[in-house]
């Protein structure tokens, strides 16, 4: 019977199928794709784009003077510290696991951080003395999990989120100096997460967002610090109402709502009066950012198609003033990226030609200046190649924007071999910033494209729920027309094209080489879903959540979870698979890398397995990176380039 249904479901077009609405741009003409000539182009050495470190926090100290960042220097994710005005980063802690979520005690003794155990994803929060000295676990608590630290602003309080293991939902609390947590909220719904965004009124509440796990709709909430007694301040069904910051008298609120227009937008909100302040309106995903000390500005960030901008907007006025950045990835990292005097903000970008960098932004000036960086010498915008942003049709009509990466001096002779990237998520974008990945595939040869499927968020709601129940349906075929882009160019090989991702992106990768058994030449699936169903038996309770908001329950749909696992299509693949996973991930549990395993072994198809130890979803340590690197590298050279 599930043959018969998969023949059925394969065979099906969709000419009745409307046109997912999402802003209005023009197609790209194939042909305008261009490889530039550049004399000294080579290839990155995939050693240089792995130890490349990334950004992973940063923080002020408590006067300014010092800052302190979360990054892997030495292969691990650590703590340095550094002065504020530049120095040589000095390391502040050690070890084998992942140490970020950084806050600084207002009285400037302690780094606070979290830290989990082999990629598990179970946080305890620990802190450093600033002035170094041992580490210390004040919490401790192996069945919860504790995140998202916000220093307050008197007597030793931090608020943070907490989760069980044995639940989906977290809840806002506090901890004390001692370690002592105690919960706020007593949330019973599992699809729904409490996060601190704000103190206010001196230390005495906090402002925080109620949030469902899809991202598709949140509350804003003011909740007392004595009490718990929590004040619902914004809140709608199905609408996204997510503040940023506050000003320090909790007056004014900066939000992003999708009320009223289906895309995020961002304004000024009075608690007292409940009046809004509005932006000019853009047809872009445009979401407010952190408050500035002093109450008088708030930040905002514009994802204009995968391309992103910073503004500074005045509350008085609503006067915006775009940050001096280049186009690229912009943001502003933490609820605390601004110094203690006001003067000062953190800043990262990163481009297709330039790895992530962190900068300090000159509130007053409006200008910016390099504090960490962070790539290798060898990976300069010289040698690195460029990227596009291009619109194309899918097969009913839908627009579908992607990012394409392409290597100089090609020949336009239609032999040069492809990848095909999609992204995690779903709910995720592939925006215009850095991609080692992107890097090493066009620096070797490989045009590289990265499409916004439906189901993605920047293009508005309908398009970010385009693909609930559809999972590897119309998003699959988005997928393939990005393959049919790059062939239309008449560079690429059509039968030299890849397809490589991770979670989603691997789920993609499977379903791909599964359902459109022709496509794709040769495939790199790190940590996908081959079935929902054991996804579902397996995962931790919050995903769990998650997945119901996408597929349902296996038992309320199972025809759906047939239609969108891979497990379905799994008899017809042919393409060599390699298949990458940590032993640790509770996101894509073990399981789901073994049973593609089994299922094509059994076939006798080309696939090989490789399981890390002691690491989760998403791989931390140096060692593992290099080597993920190189065997997708290796594995897509030997397929599609005979080498």
Avoid at 329 to 357: C, E, Y
Avoid at 497 to 522: C, H, N
Avoid at 604 to 609: A, H, L, Q
């Amino acid at each position: 019977m599930r043959l018969i249904f998969t023949a059925i479901l394969l065979a099906t077009t969709s000419p009745l199928a409307a046109q997912v609405a999402s802003p209005d741009r023009p197609v790209t003409d194939p042909g305008s794709i261009v490889s530039p000539a550049n004399p000294a182009a080579r290839p990155v050495p995939l050693d240089d784009i792995g130890v490349t470190r990334s950004l992973y926090d940063a923080v002020w100290s408590a006067d300014g003077k010092t800052i302190f960042v979360a990054t892997d220097l030495t292969g691990r994710v650590n703590i340095w510290r550094m002065d504020a005005g530049g120095s040589w980063p000095v390391q502040l802690t050690q070890s084998d696991e992942a140490q970020a979520g950084l806050a600084t005690s207002r009285d400037g003794r302690w780094l606070y951080f979290t830290q989990d155990a082999g990629g598990n994803e179970y946080y305890d929060v620990y802190r450093v003395p600033t002035n170094g000295g041992a580490t210390e676990n004040l919490t401790n608590t192996p069945e919860r999990s504790e995140s998202g630290l916000l220093a307050g602003p008197a007597g030793g309080l931090v608020a943070l989120s907490t989760k069980l293991k044995s639940e989906g939902q977290s809840n806002l609390a506090v901890m004390d100096a001692a370690g002592k947590v105690r919960n706020l909220t007593a949330e019973k719904d599992p699809a729904f997460s409490w996060s601190a965004v704000a103190w206010v009124d001196g230390g005495k509440a906090i402002i925080a967002n109620r949030s469902l796990v899809d991202s598709s709709a949140s509350e804003i909430w003011k909740v007392e610090v004595a009490s718990g007694t929590a004040t619902m301040l914004l809140g709608k069904a199905k609408t996204i109402y997510s503040a940023s910051g506050a000003t320090p008298d909790g007056a004014v609120l900066a939000v992003t709502t999708d009320e009223g227009t289906g895309q995020p937008h961002a304004g000024a909100y009075t608690v007292a009066t409940k009046k809004w302040q509005w932006l000019p309106k853009t047809p872009w995903e445009e979401t407010s950012d952190i408050v500035t000390p002093d109450g008088k500005a708030m930040f905002v960030r514009t994802n204009n198609d995968g391309r992103s901008t910073l503004s500074r907007v005045d509350l008085a006025s609503m006067a915006k003033t775009d940050l001096a950045l280049d186009p690229g990835r912009n943001s502003i990292p933490g609820l605390t990226a601004i110094s203690p005097d006001g003067k000062r903000m953190f800043v990262t970008r990163s481009g297709a030609d330039s790895p992530t960098m962190l900068y300090a932004y000159d509130l007053a000036a409006n200008k910016t200046a390099a504090i960490v960086p962070l790539a290798m010498a060898s990976l300069t915008p010289a040698l690195l190649p460029k990227s596009q942003v291009v619109t194309y049709k899918s097969f009913d009509g839908t627009l579908i924007s992607a990012i394409v990466t392409t290597p100089f001096n090609l020949t336009r002779d239609g032999r040069t071999p492809a990848i095909v990237m999609p992204h995690g998520g779903p709910t995720g974008q592939s925006q215009d910033g850095f991609s080692r990945y992107a890097t090493a595939f066009a620096t070797r040869g490989y045009i590289v494209i990265q499409p916004n499927f439906r189901g993605s968020t920047g293009y508005g709601k309908a398009f970010q729920e385009a693909n609930f129940k559809d999972l590897g349906g119309g998003d699959l075929k988005d997928t393939v027309a990005a393959k049919n882009f790059l062939v239309q160019s008449g560079y690429v090989d059509p039968k030299r094209v890849g397809i490589f991702g991770g979670s989603y992106g691997g789920f993609m990768t499977l379903m791909a080489i599964g359902r459109t058994p022709d496509e794709f030449a040769a495939a790199v699936q790190w940590f996908g879903i081959i079935n929902w169903r054991t996804m579902y038996r397996d995962q931790d309770e919050f995903l769990k959540a998650y997945q119901r908001t996408l597929l349902g329950t296996p038992e309320d749909n199972p025809d759906v979870y047939d239609a969108s696992s891979p497990l379905t299509y799994m008899k017809a693949a042919k393409a060599p698979l390699l298949s990458l996973q940590g032993e640790n991930d509770i996101r894509v549990p073990r399981g789901q890398a073994q049973e593609v395993e089994d299922i094509l072994k059994a076939k006798g198809n080309i696939v090989e397995t490789v399981f890390y130890p002691a690491e989760g979803h998403g791989f931390q340590k140096r060692e593992t990176q290099l080597d993920a690197l190189r065997r997708t590298i290796g594995w897509f050279d030997k397929y599609l380039k005979g080498e």
